[in-house]
């Protein structure tokens, strides 16, 4: 019986490139840098999110050390307590690690369903940890992040898959 989700591509995607992933997670790590004026803005945890998006994509290159390296380079350039993004990256990269095989059954959007639970445990382990550092309990507006986040996750989806795909005119003389 057809869902209304069936909306799979029949591309095939070629490997990824390692100098890619780091690329993207470089990139994210700028966007993490990046000043806004407005606190109120949910600006969604990028380092996260592209994290987690190689976390179920590339299970077996990206891993929980990668998310404890960018999470001290986070602490260190927001000045938050050491360990703060280190340990919510370290949980997020292992929960999407062990969520891969089931997540990459899904399409985009279904995907996103289930990254929102690793995003907002991930800031709610941040909040747990300003809370033991002294600071007030962040509002709820704090945790709108996780839901851009996961709203983003379509678009980020194709714009990361977007260098794997296959050109679409094919050579008659080769069988795949």
Not at 73 to 78: A, E, N, S, W
Not at 88 to 103: D, Q, T
Not at 145 to 155: D, F
Request: proline letters at 9%; glycine letters at 6%; aromatic letters at 12%.
């Amino acid at each position: 019986m057809p869902t209304q989700f069936t909306n799979r591509s029949n591309r095939i995607l070629q490997p990824v490139r390692p100098w890619f992933v780091y690329m993207s997670l470089f990139i994210a790590l700028l966007l993490e840098y990046v000043p806004f004026e407005n606190k109120e803005l949910p600006i969604p945890d990028w380092i996260a999110l592209v994290l987690v998006f190689w976390s179920i994509r590339e299970p077996q290159n990206i891993s929980m050390g990668m998310g404890f390296c960018l999470g001290i380079l986070v602490d260190i350039g927001q000045g938050a307590p050491m360990g703060q993004h280190a340990l919510a990256y370290v949980m997020a990269a292992f929960f999407a690690n062990s969520l891969s095989r089931r997540v990459m059954w899904f399409p985009a959007l279904l995907q996103a369903l289930h990254v929102l639970p690793i995003l907002l445990a991930s800031q709610a382990l941040m909040a747990a940890v300003q809370v033991l550092s002294g600071k007030t309990l962040p509002g709820t507006g704090y945790f709108l992040s996780s839901l851009v986040g996961a709203a983003l996750w379509l678009p980020l989806t194709y714009l990361l898959l977007l260098p794997q795909f296959q050109p679409v005119d094919r050579d008659e003389n080769r069988p795949i």
